[in-house]
């Protein structure tokens, strides 16, 4: 009877409120949360047929993960894998060494 309530892939339905994007790779259902009265999380929203008049494209910065087209502008500023600036203390290659012997100081400090 158990056997019954089983997908063919051998696993139960996705839990409840969980994604119900089964990944073949790891032969499970992927357990993101979903939103409310959604099927599917973000990343697999556009596995569903539901949602068709959004597209989902890879993120420029880190092609990980996807972001909705129409709102790639706002996801550039707070995407954590974007360039952070800088802090004003900061100076490239300060503890590398000399590039070149010939420029050792008369006087090390």
Known sequence: MAASALTPHGTAFPEEGRC???VEKK???CRMVVAAGKRFCGEHAGASEEENARKRILCPLDPKHTVYEDQLAKH????NSREKPKPDFFIQDINAGLKDETEIPDQLV
């Open 76 to 79: 550039l500023k707070k995407c």
């Open 20 to 22: 119900g994007y089964f």
């Open 27 to 29: 032969k499970r259902f």
